[in-house]
């Protein structure tokens, strides 16, 4: 990533340069990771980029995503040519929002082996955030893909994602379902939102713009939320060792978006953690083509999958780590290291 980086860097130009870099110290603009389609979105844009540096540009994204990875977001991408085009068929002035040109690149500190550093490509549906420290720790999340439409023709970004959620639902018995399954509703979005930091307890918004007539009421938005302590939900010491094999296959195929050694670290912290500390909740329906979410959390681990909006079409599919998005711990370990007050 660092040598991709450094690439990158070097063929811009100095006003670009201005664009993409940012100081690590700055919090604000780091945690920034919102895959909204907005108006104006900080960072240098892809489509201010010639065709040599756009390839740096996805050099960089694949030193960080394994090629299943970087398949699946190229295909988001993509799909926002199909957006445009239905947008357009609707005569929304939204339509230019929905523009691959339009992701942008953001570079905190630095790229190299010493010291901390970091990187973020994010837009709509697409946001990847890597912070590296002292040239071996790596924290990769927040790491979130979406798709709208769900599917178009050939194109499905996260059909496989879906497809694996529904197949583990499946396999439970009806005592299992039933603890699994913690709502007959979904929430309209993600129940973390886009906080830059996961709070202990944290509630889906109560309802999605676009759509005002899908709507949560408090008591709903609490039976929702994320309970960092006392996760909702079926947990893996209740699961036999072929179903907490399958939980954890949902987990290994969210990790394999990423390169093939961050994906290894996360895993290695996660199965560290305890595999029977992970906890599956469900919400919606049960079946293809319904409004339905499902989140896997743990200690170290949240995943949330959401596909309510458009009435199950539209999905939102996001890797967390409670405990080190952005870097949080792996800094800390970092100074912990490095960065001791030396003894007289």
């Known amino acids: 990533m660092a040598a991709a980086a450094s690439r990158l860097l070097a063929a811009l130009t100095e006003a670009q340069r201005k664009e993409i870099s940012c100081a690590f110290a700055d919090e604000a603009r780091r945690r920034d990771w ?8 900080d960072g ?15 050099e960089l994204i694949v030193a960080g995503t394994s090629t299943p990875g970087y398949t699946k977001v190229v295909s988001v991408m993509a799909m926002e040519h199909v ?48 912070t590296v420290a002292g040239g071996r720790y790596v924290s990769p999340t927040p790491s979130l893909l979406g798709s709208q439409p769900a599917s178009s023709g050939t194109l499905a970004p996260l059909a496989d994602d879906e497809e694996l959620g529904f197949r583990f639902l499946n396999s439970l018995d009806a005592a299992q379902l039933s603890t699994a399954v913690i709502y007959h509703r979904s929430p309209p979005d993600l129940a973390t939102r886009i906080v830059p930091r996961i709070g202990a307890v944290e509630r889906p918004d109560p309802v999605f713009a676009p759509e005002p007539e899908y709507v949560l009421s408090d008591e709903e938005r609490d039976i929702l939320s994320y309970v960092r302590s006392s996760p909702k939900g079926l947990p893996g010491h209740a699961l036999g060792p072929r179903q907490l094999d399958a939980l954890f296959g949902i987990v290994e195929a969210f990790a394999g978006r990423l390169a093939s050694d961050v994906a290894e670290a996360q895993l290695r912290k996660i199965d560290e953690a305890g595999r029977e500390n992970l906890v599956f909740a469900w919400a919606g329906g049960t ?14 681990l949240l995943i949330e999958h959401d596909n309510t909006q458009d009435n199950g079409a539209h999905i939102h599919s996001v890797w967390r780590n409670p405990v080190d998005d952005f870097g949080d711990d792996v800094l800390a370990e970092h100074y912990r290291q490095h960065h001791q007050p030396q003894k007289l």
């Open 34 to 41: 919102s895959f909204l389609p907005v108006e104006e979105r």
């Open 44 to 58: 240098l844009l892809l489509g201010c980029l010639d065709n040599e540096q756009r390839k740096l540009a996805h």
């Open 83 to 130: 957006l445009r085009a239905l947008t357009l068929a609707a005569q929304s002035p939204a339509a230019r929002l929905f523009d691959p040109g339009r992701y942008s690149l953001k570079m905190f500190g630095a790229p190299g082996d010493d010291g901390v550093w970091g990187w973020q490509v994010t837009g709509h549906h697409v946001s990847l955030n890597f």
């Open 287 to 300: 079946s293809p083509g319904s409004r339905h979410y499902f989140r896997i959390q743990g200690p170290v």
